[in-house]
């Protein structure tokens, strides 16, 4: 849908402009955090429909589904998961493998989040990891913040080396028709050291000063995981049940499944089966229970800020911003690349960088008969996927990883703050991308 088929907002005016004022408000607020950032998400949706910008039905149609039917589904399966005692076993199992030192356990934690983002998507394994790292921090009386700060970082940077770790590499390999091992054969290199010197600039931001006392230490040094398992069978069954949706998401493709279908039905599995192993009495209470672990208010505003980001789009901002960009590069290949590169990182901190990259694609492929032919813009692919996944990284609104673990954190009595994490984060990723900026130079320029 174009710009002027947005044609019904108030008093004629322009929907670019009132779009992209709406856009503006609701992030000025969040980033306030004086309200609720669902509450303020869901407000800036009914504003994008009510002035007109967006009609009912287009407005639905800007809301992706897939990931909101993903979140919900690993919610569901990680609360059922978390009853059998799995999570504790695994916070004891890693404590046990650094020795109890804080410090190892941050670095252990932030390779294992990457690896698994790589290989499922990074909002999966966050899911997975966070409570593991709350349990964790717990039990050492150290801050949770730097852990989880660290393996926002680290999910989205492993994220970007594969075809399944990142949504905007999803739309990259389905529209252009590149395949898992293509991701990876130009991708993994660069990953691998940008998460070595992530690693190490948190290392020495926080991993160095973190301390717990000898008696923390020898608590965890004396504890034995298999003592954490409080339901054996529950324990079998989640294994299984998390062991099949993650071979799922892996075979994803050839089974022509989404994402959401996968993780919603393991869901329904898991719970079906946690169902059957007890009383009618316990099973309900499971149920609610279950349910009331889901991160509503993380859903509600990824429901609203898609409906938001879809008004701006659909107001003709974003196809704009791209058009420029692309002319701005006079026709050369390697500016093209940088630009691409860079402007993506930077809108991907501040938009969703899902309607980003549909935007991008189609204005890439049609600059290829002018370097001629498709076979000679692979590069501009590669920075498109580099800018969009890292540039996540640069805010709290940037990806989905960072919401979904600032809203467990936030339930956890772990504060997430926007400035916050910003002030930290931007540098980092303006560091990733500068990295990315030589290895395409090298590679391809």
């Not at 919900?72 to 076993?89: C, P």
């Not at 076979?375 to 805010?395: D, Y």
Request: hydrophobic share 55%; net charge neutral; glycine share 8%.
């Amino acid at each position: 849908m174009t710009a002027h088929a947005a044609s019904h907002v108030y008093f004629g005016l322009n929907p670019m402009w009132v779009s992209t004022c709406i856009l503006a408000t609701t992030y000025a607020i969040i980033m306030s955090e004086q309200v609720n950032r669902a509450i303020v998400a869901l407000t800036g949706a009914g504003v994008m429909i009510i002035v007109g910008v967006l009609g009912q039905q287009e407005a639905i149609k800007g809301i992706d589904w897939n990931t909101l039917g993903l979140l919900s589904g690993m919610m569901i399966l990680v609360s059922v998961s978390r009853r059998s005692g799995m999570f504790e076993f695994v916070a004891v199992w890693s404590a046990r493998a650094a020795k109890a030192h804080p410090g190892g356990i941050m670095i252990l934690l932030q390779v294992a989040t990457a690896v698994l983002s790589a290989l499922l998507d990074n909002v999966t394994t966050v899911l997975l990891i966070v409570p593991v790292t709350i349990a964790i921090a717990n039990t050492l009386k150290v801050p949770p913040y730097p852990y989880l700060f660290a393996e926002i970082m680290a999910s989205n940077i492993g994220g970007t080396a594969t075809l399944i770790g990142d949504p905007p590499n999803i739309i990259i390999g389905s529209q252009v028709g590149l395949t898992f091992n293509e991701f990876v054969y130009h991708l993994a290199p660069v990953i691998v050291l940008i998460l070595a010197v992530q690693t190490v600039m948190i290392h020495v931001l926080w991993g160095k000063d973190l301390r717990a006392t000898e008696e923390a230490e020898a608590a965890i040094m004396g504890m034995h995981p298999a003592d954490s398992i409080k339901d054996w069978l529950l324990l079998k069954q989640s294994l299984a049940v998390l062991g099949v949706v993650m071979l799922g998401f892996v075979l994803a493709r050839q089974l022509h499944l989404e994402p959401a279908t996968i993780a919603l039905t393991g869901a329904a599995v898991l719970m079906l089966l946690d169902n059957w192993a007890h009383h009618s009495e316990k099973a309900s209470h499971n149920i609610h229970s279950t349910f009331g672990d889901v991160e509503w208010i993380t859903i509600f505003f990824f429901l609203g800020l898609f409906v938001v980001v879809h008004g701006v789009e659909v107001g003709g901002l974003l196809r704009l911003l791209a058009s420029k960009l692309v002319s701005a590069t006079g026709g050369s290949l390697p500016a093209t690349g940088y630009a691409v590169l860079w402007a993506s990182a930077f809108l991907s901190a501040i938009v969703d960088n899902i309607p980003f990259v549909a935007t991008m694609i189609p204005l890439i492929k049609n600059m290829a008969p002018a370097f001629g032919g498709p076979e000679h813009i692979m590069p501009l692919w590669w920075c498109l996927s580099l800018g969009a996944c890292l540039g996540g990284n640069g805010t709290l609104i940037g990806a989905s990883a960072n919401l979904t673990v600032a809203g467990i954190s936030e339930r956890n009595g772990v504060p997430f703050r926007f400035l916050t994490y910003t002030f930290y984060a931007a540098p980092m990723t303006v560091v990733s991308i500068a990295i990315c900026n030589v290895y395409v130079w090298w590679r391809y320029f």
